[in-house]
């Protein structure tokens, strides 16, 4: 059955990366998460906002938690695209260790191409070495202001 509900979690992973382009207005929850350069290895400050993060997805319920990796400009393209993934997967999985079905966490790996500082600084490079992960809420979310 393990291996079943593997293979299904894979083939959804494969569907989404057309479908999944998260509204800004469902997002609930948004938060980064930082990584030494050259590193996917969760630091003891990541595991800490990872904790809040499994917290706010029992309270909040998201459809889909979505974990996108990135990278300095520093590695080649190629390891770049491997790290960026290595680091959302990594973030996968302690969520996951948490509590958090792994079927509603999506992760995607952007190397390099989406920087939000400037790389020639030790301290922009700091900020683009990350995953950003944002909790989106269900489409057909009740309204809480109905009776």
């Known amino acids: 059955m393990r291996h079943i509900l593997t293979a299904l979690s894979v083939c959804l992973a494969c569907a989404l990366p057309g479908v999944v382009r998260a509204d800004p207005a469902r997002i609930v929850f948004a ?57 959302a997967e990594a973030v996968k999985r302690y969520l996951a260790n948490k509590g958090v079905e792994r079927i509603r966490i999506y992760t995607e790996g952007k190397a390099k191409r989406m920087p939000v500082a400037d790389n020639d600084s030790r301290e922009g490079r700091a900020r683009n070495n990350r995953v950003e992960v944002q909790l989106v809420a269900p489409k057909n979310a009740p309204d809480e202001a109905q009776p």
């Open 31 to 87: 938060t980064e998460v930082f990584f030494d350069s050259g590193s996917a290895r969760l630091s003891l400050d990541a595991l800490s906002i990872l904790d809040q993060v499994a917290g706010k997805s029992r309270e909040l319920g998201p459809e889909l938690i979505m974990a996108i990796g990135h990278t300095d400009a520093l590695p080649s393209d190629a390891r770049a695209q491997t790290l960026s993934v290595q680091r």
